[in-house]
Nanobody, 115 residues
């Protein structure tokens, strides 16, 4: 079983920055994909960014150029640096780990961007 714990969310003004972290523990395969998803009120959960264990990244068009995903494989931790935040980035951000044995989700961290 895998546990994912997110941190780093909070309230920020438009144009500001936040860095989210997600630490994974438990049974973790060396080959996996770690990523960030978000869900705004009344909307479906959507991919923000993901990064595989070999370094391949994938970004949503809405955050390209403003966000950077990175990971520390030794610490089983993935990060999301978000810059130039906009009110439409307001959402609960969830960490997800995809491995051969299944998918695990964190409980989420709230990001609120004010005008």
């Amino acid at each position: 079983q895998v546990q994912l714990v997110e941190s780093g969310g909070g309230l920020v003004q438009a144009g500001g920055s936040l860095r989210l972290s997600c630490a994974a523990s438990g049974r973790i395969s060396s080959i996996n994909v770690m990523g960030w998803y978000r869900q705004a009120p009344g909307k479906q959960r959507e991919l923000v960014a993901s990064m595989s264990s070999d370094g391949t990244t994938n970004y949503a068009d809405s955050v390209k150029g403003r966000s950077t995903i990175s990971r520390d494989n030794a610490k089983n931790t993935v990060y999301l640096q978000m810059n130039g935040l906009k009110p439409e980035d307001t959402a609960v951000y969830y960490c997800r780990l995809t491995a051969t044995y299944g998918i695990s989700w964190g409980k989420g961290t709230l990001v609120t961007v004010s005008l």
